[in-house]
């Protein structure tokens, strides 16, 4: 098994908890490309990759929302979806659901 790399902001006992900000270098001529992603595997499955808002257990507060947006500009960028080809089965699929009410 390779080495592992954990980042954590730290926690607050009396307030908020740190923040973990990556982003690419801003340039003249254009900014880095910044890319999440989880390794391939030779013979097994490949890692999953989670993005998650953290649970609350606070009566009447709410958990973060998650956010994926294109920046502004005269042109802007696109949101793009996509699940994997299969060489046995059907491709992957892409499942967006809305929470429910309690």
Same mark, same amino acid.
């Given at each position: 098994?390779?080495?592992?790399?954990?980042?954590?902001?730290?926690?607050?006992?009396?307030?908020?908890?740190?923040?973990?900000?990556?982003?690419?270098?801003?340039?003249?001529?254009?900014?880095?490309?910044?890319?999440? #992603?989880?390794?391939?595997?030779? #013979?097994?499955?490949?890692?999953?990759?989670?993005?998650?808002?953290?649970?609350?257990?606070?009566?009447?507060?709410?958990?973060?929302?998650?956010?994926?947006?294109?920046?502004?500009?005269?042109?802007?960028?696109?949101?793009?979806?996509?699940?994997?080809?299969?060489?046995?089965?059907?491709?992957?699929?892409?499942?967006?659901?809305?929470?429910?009410?309690?």
């Amino acid at each position: 098994t390779a080495g592992s790399i954990e980042v954590f902001a730290g926690s607050g006992s009396a307030g908020v908890g740190g923040t973990v900000e990556i982003s690419s270098g801003s340039g003249v001529e254009g900014s880095g490309d910044a890319s999440l #992603s989880s390794g391939q595997s030779e #013979s097994g499955r490949s890692g999953n990759l989670l993005i998650a808002s953290g649970k609350t257990s606070s009566s009447g507060t709410s958990s973060g929302d998650i956010r994926i947006e294109t920046g502004d500009a005269t042109e802007a960028g696109s949101i793009l979806c996509h699940a994997g080809i299969s060489a046995v089965d059907s491709g992957g699929d892409v499942i967006v659901t809305a929470g429910d009410a309690l």
